[in-house]
């Protein structure tokens, strides 16, 4: 009797950008042990020459690129004579593209008949439970969130958080940005963002609920009252499987959940008086138009000052809101067009965040 035959389908080439990262690094060791049935042949990185060209390397990729002008002379240098030098699946793991652009990014996609599968852990886990029924039946979707490091946490507690202690997410191994992001919940609001481009949907069918075990990552609610969830384990080989391999699985991607041990799980709505992040975020893609772009430029300034220790951690969010206002006042409001427009934005939100930050630091003390 014949062994199966592990692969069943042809040979699928995989592009990586951001390949040193920690999703890419994930995608790697999946690719590494599905053998012949993936083939990586692009692989960047923004400034990690080093990596990237191990990396590729042992990956046998055609193609490896950096963004950094300095680090792709090193790049070339480093690839000397190993011979490295538009898909329609695009695997997306990158937010601030959704954030950002993504009526501009969502269009793009259509006219292209490119398929955009989701990488984060909670669409993923929506774009499976969506398969579950016909979209008219779709009532609402509900991302969960881990409630981060300060979950059980006082206002007064909050208020007086280090970044040592924000950075210690009790379920995920992250960046330090993303990691922040899901101590205030911002994180959780731009996913909300991201939903409404990724899945048509409006911002009154996206709800977000608090579970802190991170083993339920999405739930779509269909008009006959039944919800249908998406479980796993905290591993993000599970999510950037089903998209390396979709509409097939790659079996044992990652470890096996074990309910029984597990025992629980718990749910909970989120505070919006200890983390306003949300609502802010849930604001800005009822206003539309630019408000989702400066969100996140002002956001990114506000960690990078949280992180310096020139802001404490709930002058965050207020360094989020006076920009988003600022912004508005300035009369920036028309919905970026094109890639250099939502640029063009995110430079102006920036500065103008940074203008504020002074004021803000005091006002938060």
């Not at 796993?232 to 979709?246: E, F, S, V, Y």
Request: net charge negative.
């Amino acid at each position: 009797m014949s062994a199966t035959p592990r692969h069943t389908r042809a040979p699928r080439t995989i592009t990586l950008l951001g390949a040193t990262g920690s999703v890419g690094a994930s995608t790697i060791d999946l690719i590494r042990r599905e053998g012949s049935g993936l083939v990586p042949q692009v692989v960047t990185a923004h400034r990690n020459a080093t990596a990237l060209a191990t990396l590729a390397r042992a990956a046998g990729a055609r193609v490896a690129g950096a963004a950094d002008p300095p680090a792709y002379g090193e790049l070339k240098d480093a690839l000397s004579g190993s011979g490295i030098e538009a898909a329609a699946t695009v695997a997306l793991a990158n937010k601030e593209s959704l954030v950002c652009a993504g009526a501009l990014f969502m269009r793009r996609a259509a006219a292209a008949s490119a398929t955009v599968l989701p990488v984060d852990s909670e669409h993923n886990a929506i774009f499976q439970a969506l398969g579950a029924g016909q979209r008219r039946d779709v009532r609402r979707i509900i991302v969960t969130a881990s409630g981060g490091p300060f979950r059980t946490w006082t206002a007064e507690q909050i208020r007086a958080a280090t970044p040592q202690q924000a950075l210690r997410h009790p379920n995920w191994s992250m960046g330090r940005k993303i990691t922040i992001d899901s101590a205030t919940m911002m994180n959780k609001g731009l996913e909300v963002i991201e939903a409404h481009h990724l899945f048509a949907l409006t911002p009154d069918q996206i709800d977000v609920l608090v579970h802190p075990q991170s083993i339920v990552h999405g739930i779509v609610e269909f008009a006959d009252g039944s919800l249908v969830a998406q479980m796993g384990a905290t591993d993000m080989r599970i999510p950037i499987a089903h998209c390396l391999a979709w509409p097939d699985r790659i079996p044992d991607a990652a470890p096996r959940l074990d309910l029984v041990a597990l025992g629980r799980l718990d749910f909970e709505a989120p505070d919006p008086q200890r983390f306003p992040a949300l609502a802010l975020a849930r604001a800005a893609l009822e206003q539309g138009g630019a408000a989702p772009t400066v969100l996140n430029a002002a956001n990114e300034i506000a960690v990078e000052a949280f992180l310096a220790g020139r802001l404490n951690f709930m002058g965050i969010a207020g360094l989020v809101e006076e920009t988003l206002a600022a912004a508005a006042a300035r009369g920036i409001s028309a919905e970026p067009d094109s890639a250099d427009a939502a640029l063009g934005v995110d430079h102006v939100s920036r500065e103008l965040a940074l203008t504020l930050l002074p004021e803000i630091a005091a006002k938060a003390c």
